[in-house]
């Protein structure tokens, strides 16, 4: 069980805007550790998405933004396409493990 | 092209021992940390271990430490993973990724993913 707790899905359809959360605790999100986002397609490689709660690297359309509060965090994909479907992952740091964690992951399904 | 690619995953009997290799493009190597985190079948992303970019601070994750050991040669451009005492469920894809700058602190994110190699234990 991840520490990270993220839906196992959602679902939208095209053009629709969907929220996926990611509920940490005073351990991690809550301590105030950075929360980064990753997309990955079936069978590839995590690609970052989001780093350090809301950047967007060079690439990544603004339709896709992030926020936190308190102990969560959630990504937000507007405009929603056929392309977005992927499994998506919360990351942080937990200072109880020392370690960087990753939540379960959520599978966006574009109907 | 700025690439990772990892090699060395196949099929291994539980306890046996295989090393995983991450070799790098691209980039200068020994600017960045690394990580390796693995992916089992259907499951999420799991971190199991990083290293700094000139090899002298190493972690690890509680469900490898004591049988898996993180390495670099600056000199090859290429990251290890020695894996001893294999589990069954220890059976994913595995990962090597790039840190944002030598040093792998608690605010870093990955940037940079290879396509990863399969690691099966299994008698």
């Known amino acids: 069980q991840s520490v990270l707790t993220q839906p196992p899905s959602v679902s939208g359809a095209p053009g629709q805007r969907v929220t996926i959360s990611c509920t940490g605790s005073s351990s991690n999100i809550g301590a105030g550790y950075d929360v980064h986002w990753y997309r990955q397609l079936p069978g590839r490689a995590p690609q970052l998405l989001i780093y350090?709660?809301?950047i967007r690297p060079s690439g990544v359309p603004d339709r896709i933004s992030a926020s936190k509060s308190g102990p969560s965090a959630s990504l937000a994909i507007a405009g929603l396409q056929a392309e977005d479907e992927a499994d998506y992952y919360c990351q942080s740091y937990d200072a109880n493990l020392r370690g960087w964690i990753f939540g379960g992951g959520t599978t966006l399904t574009v109907l | 092209e700025v690439q990772l690619v990892e090699s060395g995953g196949g099929l291994v009997q539980p306890g046996g021992s295989l090393r995983l290799s991450c070799a790098a493009s691209?980039?200068?190597?020994?600017?960045?940390?690394l990580i390796w985190a693995r992916q089992a079948p259907g499951k999420g992303l799991e971190w199991l271990s990083g290293?700094?970019?000139?090899?002298?601070?190493?972690y690890y994750g509680g469900s490898v430490k004591g049988r898996f050991t993180i390495s670099r040669d600056n000199s090859k451009d290429t990251l290890y993973l020695h894996m001893n005492s294999l589990r069954a469920e220890d059976t994913a894809v595995y990962f090597c990724?790039?840190?944002?700058?030598?040093?792998?602190?608690?605010?870093?994110?990955?940037?940079?993913w290879g396509q990863g190699t399969l690691v099966t234990v299994s008698s």
């Open positions: 350090t709660y809301s």
């Open positions: 290293i700094s970019g000139i090899g002298d601070s190493a």
């Open positions: 990724a790039r840190g944002i700058a030598a040093a792998l602190v608690s605010t870093d994110w990955f940037d940079l």
């Open positions: 691209g980039f200068t190597f020994s600017a960045y940390a």
